[in-house]
């Protein structure tokens, strides 16, 4: 019987172990400023921020409701940990006990994670008793959770309720037949489900509990396992689809295969990715959406800053020695949290200073880029406000290095009216397609799947990601992105093709 | 009439919470089915529930000490291409 590998929890390791850090500062930057601002002081999340915030798990979720071919379950979840980890199994009082002293104990204690040992929503009680009692205790934490998605659509509204911001779906897969070859079996309504049934309830559950999340403004990350030969292509479909959904990152973790693991995989010589193939995986999904490269797959009881672990200073057996005054603890993170982050508000504000300038110094000596016509849909023409669906009209703008006018406005042809228009929407799509067919980009609220996929097929590339925001200085960002990725040297992509 | 919990559980708790007579007990070196508690699900599910969702082939065994997970039972279809 092998044993785990349960690392050394005393050896110090360094906060942040740099060689790891694939991923750019900018990240953060990139993202929308309402998301950026409520994952900047989450370690997991945001590049900057691991080296100021500390995190913890709890492994108040031992069981599972599925089962992963690069899993061996006598280990903790591999989809949230390294495989052959260990942790020790905790009832929901100890969770919050050991909560309260180690954010008595690290002030910069920002984020408590549920992530196993086993599958977060299998085990609903004491998930979901650890998140009452410490919302509670201690409000300034912030919560999240990480599944496989079996149960996410029936327990979307109890994660609300608990104000959980941040939810992490594995998602492997949108592909039956590829599941099939990723997950033998599921528990579903008291049995369990074998073969491509079992892929197509999980993959359903995991699409539904996705756009749940999003609607209710819960951020969702998506993690994925690389198998070579098995999802590798089809990943970059998957990063496609949950951005299109609304997902505000995806993590690419390698597949760790090791016979001496037991797990399936291990035992048929499935490999994992070099990190060649790691990387350019990594880099293909980007192009679509903000990518996490300094995930590091901790333990469902790790405790501290990214890529530590101080769970040996905090045994149950230590806890119950401490003398918590949980009330000034609490004032103690407030108060550093607000240092910390003033300090990176002036940090980012210097990068963007330098990267006016840069702009500046280019705008001068070199053409700054040619104009790009935008379609915007909008109510009032002043906010990015209405959904793709419902827009009865898209206001076209010209962007260019130092204005941005507006051309005029375009009737859209509504897809979207409602159950009756259904057999017509592909008609009424196409319509609108044709009509904003000279535009590069086309902002909006929200969009579907199935037009995002038009529209992009068209030449025209959607963006929601500036919801709500103001239509002239959205279009400005949106060309200045453009501009900083090379995409202005070129003649716009319909013209190109014709 | 019980099941039992033999050697080859991992001690994973799947079946733990699923029990609807509470009847699976946490211990060492593996857990157990308390066999007074444990009526083979026959009055709550159509199936025992910690045999459906148990992960390890063999286990989970009834009186006559069948396994209700036998060999080859939740192992994946042989290798895909
Ligand atoms: S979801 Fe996690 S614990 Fe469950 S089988 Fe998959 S890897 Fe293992
Ligand atoms: S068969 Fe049913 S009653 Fe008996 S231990 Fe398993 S789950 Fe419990
Ligand atoms: S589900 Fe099976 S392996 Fe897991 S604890 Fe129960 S009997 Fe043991």
């Known amino acids: 019987m092998p044993t785990p590998s349960t690392s050394n929890p005393t050896a110090p390791i360094s906060g942040c172990a740099s ?134 659509p029936r327990y979307v509204d109890q994660i609300a309720a608990y104000h959980v911001d941040h939810v992490t779906i594995t998602i492997n897969c949108i592909d039956p037949e590829i599941g099939a070859q990723i997950y033998p079996w599921i528990f579903w309504n008291h049995r369990r489900v074998t073969g491509r049934e079992a892929s197509e309830i999980l993959i359903s559950q995991q699409q539904k509990g996705l756009e749940m999340l999003v609607e209710r403004g819960i951020l969702v990350k998506v993690n994925s396992v690389m198998i070579p030969g098995i999802n590798d292509q089809h990943l970059k479909e998957v990063s496609r689809v949950v951005r299109a959904k609304g997902a505000f990152l995806h993590n690419v973790m390698p597949l760790i295969s090791d016979p001496a693991h037991g797990t399936h995989f291990g035992l048929t010589g499935q490999r994992g990715p070099t990190p060649q193939e790691l990387k350019a995986l990594q880099d293909d999904c980007a192009g679509d959406m903000n990518m996490m490269r300094h995930c ?72 700054p880029g040619r104009p ?74 929200r969009i579907g799947i199935e037009p995002w996929g038009k529209l992009e097929a068209a030449g025209i590339r959607p963006d929601g990601s500036h919801a709500m925001e103001d239509v002239a200085s959205a279009a400005r960002a949106v060309w200045q992105a453009m501009l900083e990725s090379g995409q202005l040297a070129n003649a716009p992509a319909h013209q190109r093709r014709a | 009439m019980a099941l039992e919990i033999i050697a080859g559980c991992v001690n994973c708790w799947a079946c733990v919470t699923l029990c609807p007579h509470q009847a699976i007990i946490e211990a060492q070196p593996h857990f157990l089915i308390d066999p007074l508690r444990c009526t083979e699900c026959v009055d709550a599910h159509a199936t025992p529930q910690c045999a459906a969702i148990c992960p390890v082939e063999g286990v989970i065994v009834n009186e006559l000490g069948d396994p209700l997970n036998p060999p080859g039972s939740l192992s994946p279809p042989a290798r895909f291409g």
């Open chain 1, 296 to 367: 590091q797959q901790c333990r469902a009881d790790a405790v501290g800053m990214l890529g530590e672990d101080r769970g040996a200073e905090f045994t149950l057996e230590k806890i119950e020695a401490m003398q918590i005054d949980e009330h000034a603890a609490m004032g103690r993170r407030i108060a550093l949290r607000a240092a910390i982050n003033a300090e990176l508000a002036e940090k980012r504000a210097a990068r963007h200073a330098a990267s006016a300038q840069v702009i500046a110094l280019h705008r001068a000596t070199v053409s």
């Open chain 1, 19 to 152: 060689g790891r850090c694939g991923s750019s500062t900018q990240q953060i930057d990139e993202l929308d400023a309402s998301t950026a601002q409520r994952v900047q002081d989450h370690p997991c999340y945001s590049e900057e921020a691991h080296k100021y915030f500390a995190r913890m798990h709890v492994a108040v979720a031992p069981a599972c409701n599925i089962q992963c071919n690069y899993c061996n379950r006598k280990y903790d979840c591999s989809n949230e940990s390294r495989p052959g980890v260990v942790s020790e199994v905790l009832t929901a009082a100890q969770a919050v006990k050991k909560t309260l002293a180690v954010a008595a104990a690290i002030p910069q204690m920002s984020v408590l994670g549920i992530a196993g040992p086993g599958d977060a929503l299998a085990n609903p009680e004491r998930t979901f008793a650890t998140f009452a009692e410490l919302s509670e205790r201690a409000p300034d934490l912030k919560l999240c959770l990480s599944t496989n998605g079996l149960m996410l």
């Open chain 1, 372 to 445: 790009v016509r935008m379609a915007v849909a909008s109510s009032t023409g002043a906010i990015i406000d209405t959904h793709f669906g419902h827009a009865k009209s898209f206001r076209i703008l010209e962007v260019t290095a130092d204005s941005v006018h507006t051309l005029g406005t375009r009737a859209a042809a509504q897809y979207c009216g409602g159950e009756a228009d259904c057999g017509e929407a592909d008609n009424t799509l196409a319509r609108t397609l044709a009509s904003l067919a000279d535009c590069e980009v086309m902002l909006c609220s």
